[in-house]
């Protein structure tokens, strides 16, 4: 079914990323989506290392200069974008000097989690849903992948709410073995600035806790790796919502 907009959010994406099962099957679906003639944009954070000089990243400087608030504060969000190399596919990068220019993703040289990995995840995920309105291009499908694009249907399912914008956008969340860990215990007053409370994540805030409660928000659930952890599995199991076995990348567009 070509001339679809489809839109992938998503943490890892290869050549961005290499040696991850995420990265190389987002890759893939993008490409087929694209090459099926659809409409396809990506959405990722620009983590440091991935080289601008290599993959030709350069600022959108009309999509750049807009502030998001998070906990009182305001921080600049920096667009760039790049072709996937060797292809007409256009991914964009949410970049923010204060929580995307360090070299490692989550976790510090000692293994220890960001203390702000909650924050990154909620600059993202707004990051992303502003800039799509920016771009004034209306989704007909939103497929996540990531931990922190779980946060985007959690924020358009209240804080945008209201907002018609992405009402009839069909939201598909791809489940992967994640490496969990725990978020911020104050995440609860930043997320309560944005007028969200209640979730169930925030009872033992982890990045496990906020991918499972997700689920709830969005049209449909399918594994992303053939083999779910113990956790996930059991979520995937209960959720009431529609949900779907590991595809392969030939029957993405099924689901679609």
Known sequence: MPNQKILYITTEMYPYQEDTNM?????????????????VRVFMPRFG??????????????????????????????IKVASLPGERLQV???????????????VDDEGNPFEDN??????????????????????DVIHLN?????????????????????????IVLSLYNEKDADLDKKIDEK?????????????????????????????????GDEFLDEDLDKAFNETSTQKSEYLDVDSINQLY
């Open 23 to 39: 990265a190389a099957v987002v890759n893939k679906m993008a490409l087929k989506m694209h090459n099926e003639g659809n409409d």
């Open 49 to 78: 290392q991935i080289s601008e000089r290599k993959f030709q990243l350069h600022e959108v400087i009309r999509l750049s200069g807009m502030n998001i608030i998070i906990n009182d504060l305001d921080q600049p969000l920096i």
């Open 92 to 106: 964009y990068f949410i970049d923010n000097e204060e929580y995307f220019k360090r070299k490692q993703y989550y």
């Open 118 to 139: 909650d924050e990154r995840a909620i600059f993202f995920a707004r990051g992303v849903i502003e800039t799509i309105k920016k771009l004034n291009w209306v989704p």
């Open 146 to 170: 990531g931990w922190m694009s779980s946060f985007v249907p959690i924020y358009l399912k209240t804080y945008y709410e209201s907002d018609t914008y992405f009402k009839d956008a069909k």
């Open 191 to 223: 997320l309560k600035f944005d007028n969200i409370s209640g979730l169930k994540a925030l009872e033992n805030p982890t990045i496990k806790s906020f991918v499972i409660e997700s689920m709830n928000y969005v049209d449909a659930v399918v594994k």
